[in-house]
C-alpha cells in the first residue's frame, strides 16, 4: 500500500528557492502526483501536477526521477504569503485511482 | 464563478448526537470528494462520487457515517452518533472528472466540527 513522507516543518528567507520533497513507495508510472497550499481555516489550493520528469506552471516546478520514489516541489523566489502547509497527494492508478495525502510541510518564510 | 460551497463553517455538538454536512460543488464538476482533515494532518478521504455513484467509500466508517449525492449534484455527509473522535474539519472537494488519469480538486473551506 502506498505511502507518502514529507519533512514536518521548513524555514525560508524570503527570495529564496524551497524544495519540499515527498517520498512514496509503490508508485506506478502512471500515478500522478499533485501538491497543494492550505492556508489556516482554508480548504487546500491546487498548485502543480505530474507523473514524470519535470513540469513546470507560473508558480512551481515539480520534479520527478525517473525511480519515482520521491517527487519535488521547487517554489521559486518565495515571498512572506507562501507561508502555508504544503501537501502532496498521489494517485494510484491499479488501485482505482486510490488518493493519498501526504502529512503536510508547514513553511515559513521570514523577511 | 461560484466554489466550492460548505455549510455549517462550525459545528459543536454533544456525544452520540446526530451531524450533517451540506456541499454543494462548482458546476459542472461531476466528481465529488469529502475528507476528513485533523489538526495537523493531511485529509483522508473518506468517500468519492462519480455523479450518484459511490467509487470509492473504503475509507468511510460505515457504521456511523453516511453519505449522499442525489442527482449527482449537492451532498450530504451524516454522523449518527458523533463520538468524540469525530472531531475534525470536514471538507468537501470538486473536480471536473474524477478519473485515474490525474485530475485538479476544488476544495471548499470546510466545516469544522467540534464534539463535546
Known amino acids: 500500500l502506498a505511502k507518502t513522507t514529507q519533512p514536518i516543518s521548513m524555514d525560508s528567507y524570503e527570495g529564496q528557492e524551497v524544495n519540499i520533497t515527498c517520498s512514496h513507495n509503490n508508485i506506478a508510472t502512471n500515478d500522478y502526483i499533485t501538491w497543494y497550499q492550505q492556508f489556516p481555516s482554508q480548504g487546500p489550493r491546487f498548485i502543480i501536477q505530474g507523473y514524470k520528469t519535470k513540469v513546470t506552471n507560473e508558480v512551481a516546478s515539480l520534479f520527478i526521477p525517473a525511480d519515482r520514489k520521491s517527487s519535488t516541489l521547487s517554489l521559486p523566489r518565495v515571498s512572506l504569503s507562501d507561508t502555508a502547509v504544503y501537501y502532496c497527494l498521489v494517485q494510484i492508478y491499479n488501485q482505482g485511482g486510490k488518493l493519498i495525502f501526504g502529512q503536510g510541510t508547514e513553511l515559513s518564510v521570514k523577511p | 464563478e461560484a466554489g466550492v460551497v460548505q455549510s455549517p463553517r462550525y459545528k459543536i455538538i454533544e456525544k452520540k448526537q446526530p451531524v450533517a454536512f451540506w456541499c454543494n460543488p462548482i458546476s459542472g464538476h461531476n466528481t465529488l470528494y469529502w475528507y476528513r482533515q485533523n489538526l495537523g494532518q493531511g485529509p483522508e478521504l473518506l468517500i468519492r462520487?462519480?455523479?450518484?455513484?459511490?467509487?470509492?467509500d473504503s475509507q468511510l466508517p460505515k457504521d456511523r457515517f453516511s453519505a449522499e449525492r442525489l442527482k449527482g449534484v449537492d451532498s450530504t455527509l451524516k454522523i449518527q452518533p458523533a463520538e468524540l473522535g469525530d472531531s475534525a474539519v470536514y471538507l468537501c472537494?470538486?473536480?471536473?472528472?474524477?478519473?485515474?488519469?490525474?485530475?485538479?480538486?476544488?476544495f471548499g473551506p470546510g466545516t469544522r466540527l467540534t464534539v463535546l
Open positions: 472537494a470538486s473536480s471536473y472528472s474524477g478519473g485515474i488519469d490525474g485530475n485538479e480538486q476544488f
Open positions: 462520487y462519480e455523479n450518484e455513484e459511490a467509487v470509492d
